[in-house]
């Protein structure tokens, strides 16, 4: 609502301003097509001034509501014509979601090259919680595509730049994706630790999604082990959590 009134009377890069945050609150609330026409005039305003960082930002948020909507073509359209006008930290962002796309649609090819991408940006720039993501999903990719070793060594890279933050979601994803990592390696007894304490992190943030994704491989793990009722009740944690 603020962001609604400034607008009324901001002008130049401050109106772009405040309707780039305007749609950041519209995703926030789940209204992904009213913050997909916010981002869509911004863009054009941004154009008619001459503001091109402004222009890519807004474009490069046109497909994170598309992203939201499904419709992941055009999502992918934006990530692209942004990627030409923003600066390294956007051009990060963008082709961190393009790898995402990439990934959801079996492409690790290319979901591979987009997030290598991201990752040398945001390292040069020294962003220690995009860091510590990217070199999450990354692992998580490598570890899908059973190249163990390179997922070993995102999967530490990951573990040092989230603890410098010390932000406990970032220190769960570490701790979560090196339980699944260790599974993969064929060590379903060691992998509880890490996975638990990522179960628990994730429910201390209240990131239920995750919480139940790390007690469902705690059960993949006590059924490797052969111990069914350990496994039978990692699966009641997972179901337990809010959906």
């Not at 239920?208 to 059924?223: D, G, I």
Request: charged share 25%; net charge neutral; hydrophobic share 50%.
């Amino acid at each position: 609502r603020v962001a609604e009134m400034g607008l009324s009377i901001a002008d130049g890069r401050e109106r772009l301003a405040l309707r780039n945050a305007l749609g950041k609150a519209l995703l926030a609330r789940g209204a992904f097509a009213k913050a997909l026409s916010v981002y869509e005039e911004n863009a054009a305003e941004a154009e008619t001034a001459g503001v091109p960082q402004e222009q890519a930002r807004s474009v490069i948020n046109q497909g994170v509501a598309l992203q939201r909507m499904g419709d992941r073509a055009r999502a992918a359209a934006c990530y692209r014509q942004g990627l030409a006008g923003a600066d390294p930290r956007l051009a990060a962002v963008a082709h961190q979601n393009l790898a995402t796309l990439h990934a959801e649609s079996g492409d690790f090819e290319s979901a591979e090259a987009a997030y290598s991408a991201a990752l040398a940006l945001f390292s040069r720039h020294r962003r220690d919680r995009e860091i510590a993501w990217v070199s999450i999903n990354l692992a998580r990719l490598y570890i899908s595509l059973n190249e163990l070793d390179r997922a070993a060594e995102l999967a530490q890279h990951a573990a040092e730049a989230a603890a410098r933050p010390s932000d406990p979601y970032l220190v769960a994803g570490s701790r979560l994706v090196e339980g699944e990592l260790l599974l993969a390696q064929g060590h379903a007894q060691r992998a509880l630790l890490p996975l638990a304490e990522a179960e628990m992190l994730f429910e201390q943030v209240k990131s239920y999604r995750f919480a139940a994704f790390a007690a469902l491989t705690q059960a993949r793990c006590e059924l490797t082990l052969r111990q069914a009722v350990h496994a039978r009740s990692a699966c009641h944690r997972a179901r337990a959590f809010p959906s």
